[in-house]
């Protein structure tokens, strides 16, 4: 892969990326603008979605921010962005339940998961050195290629992650769906909707994921081929 074919492919997914965000905030305001015909906020919907399902260990609370919602494994809790924890749009019923699937997820010890769980220390770690690894070893191609073959073993744990988190966010988003529609949260009207705003929040995932493996392999040609060189 050449170095302007890689600019190409990585400007494309560029675009390609915030052309996914910008749809997934354009969805987000969209049905934030449509209230639930019952009534229930993100909150209610979080702790009704976990004691549907025998989970009464688990925390929902509200954290600043726009979109930062998630579940938190190592202390369960569901934390719901503001927008999300107050308001009882379909939006908020959408990302309230899904953030709750990851709860369901770790309550019946999804393996997805856990991978990733046990993953996330690994992945810290490598993310905070891993830029400086690439640099230096992409440098010193040459002289001593080990660097960037050991950059490359760092950038390849976080490409697995991505990888690893599609199955998990998408098994997510289809628990949430199950019990909104079995639960009666949401009606014909409203699940339609909710599984359009689930989408476009897991197509973000797949961009980055492909995203990281085009990268990988860029800079696996480029030891690949200063190896050659010497």
């Known amino acids: 892969?050449?170095?302007?074919?890689?600019?190409?492919?990585?400007?494309?997914?560029?675009?390609?990326?915030?052309?996914?965000?910008?749809?997934?905030?354009?969805?987000?305001?969209?049905?934030?603008?449509?209230?639930?015909?019952?009534?229930?906020?993100?909150?209610?919907?979080?702790?009704?979605?976990?004691?549907?399902?025998?989970?009464?260990?688990?925390?929902?609370?509200?954290?600043?921010g726009h979109l930062t919602d998630h579940y938190n494994p190592a202390n369960k809790?569901?934390?719901?962005?503001?927008?999300?924890?107050?308001?009882?749009?379909?939006?908020?019923?959408?990302?309230?339940?899904?953030?709750?699937?990851?709860?369901?997820?770790?309550?019946?010890?999804?393996?997805?998961?856990?991978?990733?769980s046990a993953l996330v220390p690994v992945v810290s770690f490598a993310s905070n050195i891993m830029t400086w690894?690439?640099?230096?070893?992409?440098?010193?191609?040459?002289?001593?290629?080990?660097?960037?073959?050991?950059?490359?073993?760092?950038?390849?744990t976080t490409t697995l992650f991505s990888f690893i988190t599609l199955p998990v966010e998408i098994n997510a988003s289809r628990r949430a769906l199950a019990w909104l529609s079995n639960a009666g949260i949401t009606n014909a009207y409203t699940h339609d909707k909710a599984e359009d705003a689930l989408r476009s929040a897991a197509y973000t995932y797949v961009v980055a994921a492909l995203g990281s493996l085009a990268s990988l392999l860029y800079y696996i040609m480029i030891f690949m081929g200063g190896r050659d060189r010497n």
């Not at 910008?22 to 702790?47: C, H, W």
């Not at 899904?98 to 997820?105: K, N």
């Open 133 to 156: 690894v690439l640099l230096g070893g992409m440098l010193l191609i040459h002289s001593f290629p080990q660097l960037l073959l050991f950059g490359i073993i760092l950038f390849a």
């Open 1 to 64: 892969m050449s170095i302007s074919l890689y600019w190409i492919i990585f400007i494309g997914f560029a675009i390609l990326s915030w052309l996914v965000s910008s749809n997934l905030q354009r969805k987000f305001e969209k049905y934030s603008q449509i209230a639930m015909p019952n009534g229930m906020t993100g909150k209610d919907v979080a702790e009704k979605m976990l004691h549907d399902n025998g989970i009464y260990d688990v925390q929902v609370t509200s954290t600043p």
């Open 77 to 116: 809790t569901v934390n719901l962005s503001e927008s999300v924890y107050y308001n009882n749009s379909i939006a908020a019923a959408a990302v309230a339940a899904h953030e709750c699937g990851h709860a369901v997820q770790h309550a019946h010890a999804y393996a997805p998961l856990k991978m990733r």
